[in-house]
């Protein structure tokens, strides 16, 4: 049962690109006054979540409420990041009602949980639930299925690796832990898909967990907030590939950050993610570039070979316009190939 002297904690996860920020922000926008406050973990160095979450304009949430842990992942530095950045939460004059944390796409959630035992914080929050955010159509395409090409990829990249697939075993992992799950971008899949789709989510759960499906992370937030599942106190319940932080290193996966130039259009700029998209091994591009004449700021987003960008906010004054893009793959992703792709003149 939930103990209501502790703050709740709402940890988001889902691989990368399933729609995790996109869930945190309609969650903030829709927070009918209750005060919360987010935690944003990025596998890159970009800040990018962050920035995406604080260039919201939601009313009520300035940019205090959002802490950015970037340029790791949460799971392994649970001591040095993560628990100093709850406590600064914590100790706020006006500490948030609830917290969300959103980890990182290759995140294992079951080492996030268990720090919530640790005596400096445990009297003091409580995991409300886990949630795990599916992208829909990438398990319909058997993006976590066996990818012979990746797997040759990676094993050309590093002889020593010695499980099957990375990929799989990440999202196994955050459909192991999870208190509820989110089937998301259903407004990409046909009724066939979603059928074939939950069967396969079904068959990774290790008990009861309700699925619910969304697009854009649509989701009533009194389904998501207030579950009360003290997920610190069930961990038996929520088995793992790694039962220790300390043998996950993700050394399976890697991130580079490339500096790209102002485009003509944004097509322009599309059109060369979508080309390094193809690169093998490449599962993330996300990132920002200035457009000529434009004074909005333009998002480029790549999840598997799907390519969407919007603008999102404009450049500030004194800001410079540099653009760049963010690039997470499996380990010995193809890089050459990735860095010609996005600066083709
Ligand atoms: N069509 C569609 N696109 C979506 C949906 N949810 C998110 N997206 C898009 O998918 C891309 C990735 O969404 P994010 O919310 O940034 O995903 P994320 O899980 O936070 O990504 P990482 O933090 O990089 O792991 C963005 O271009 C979103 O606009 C959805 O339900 N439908």
């Given amino acids: 049962m939930s103990d209501l002297s502790k703050i709740p ?4 996860t889902g691989f990368l690109g399933a729609g995790k920020t996109t869930l945190v922000r309609h969650l ?14 990025e596998f890159g160095d970009l800040g990018f979540d962050g920035s995406f979450i604080e260039g919201c304009g939601i009313e009520g949430c300035t940019q205090d ?36 944390i959103e980890t990182s796409g290759l995140a294992l959630p079951k080492p996030l949980v268990r720090a919530f035992n640790w005596p400096e914080i445990r009297s003091r929050v409580t995991v409300d639930g886990v949630v795990a955010v599916v992208d829909g159509p990438a398990v319909a395409s058997g993006a976590f299925a066996d990818d012979p090409d990746a797997l040759e990829a990676q094993r050309a990249a ?5 499980h099957e697939n990375p990929l799989e075993e990440v999202f196994e992992d955050q459909l192991l832990c999870a208190d509820l799950v989110i089937l998301n971008k259903t407004d990409q899949m046909q009724a066939a898909d979603k059928s074939k789709v939950l069967a396969e989510i079904n068959e990774h759960l290790p008990r009861a967990v309700k699925v ?15 579950m009360g599942a003290a997920a610190e106190a069930d961990l038996d319940a929520r088995p793992s590939h790694h039962e220790t932080e300390d043998d996950h290193d993700h050394d399976d996966f890697e991130s580079i950050a490339i500096p790209v130039d102002a485009v003509a259009t944004p097509e322009v700029l599309v059109a060369r993610v979508e080309r390094a998209a193809e690169a093998a091994g490449v599962l993330r591009i996300k990132g920002f570039a200035p457009v000529n004449g434009k004074p909005m700021r333009l998002v480029v987003q790549g ?10 906010r404009p450049w500030k004054v004194n800001e410079a316009r540099d653009g760049r893009m963010v690039v ?11 860095e010609a792709a996005l600066r083709a003149g």
């Fill in 9 to 12: 904690c709402t940890i988001i």
């Fill in 28 to 41: 903030l926008e829709n927070a009918n006054g209750r005060r919360l406050a987010v935690l944003v973990n």
């Fill in 65 to 100: 409420d959002i802490v950015e842990l970037p340029n790791g992942c949460i799971c392994c530095t649970v001591a040095d990041d993560f628990v100093p950045a709850l406590n600064i939460l914590l100790n706020r004059p006006n500490p948030p009602e609830h917290i969300l």
């Fill in 158 to 162: 590093d002889t020593s690796v010695d």
């Fill in 212 to 226: 619910i499906e969304a697009a854009h992370g649509k989701v009533d937030p009194t389904v998501l907030l207030g």
């Fill in 303 to 312: 999840v598997g070979q799907r390519v969407a960008h919007h603008f999102d």
């Fill in 328 to 338: 997470i793959g499996l380990k010995g992703f193809d890089v050459k190939a990735v």
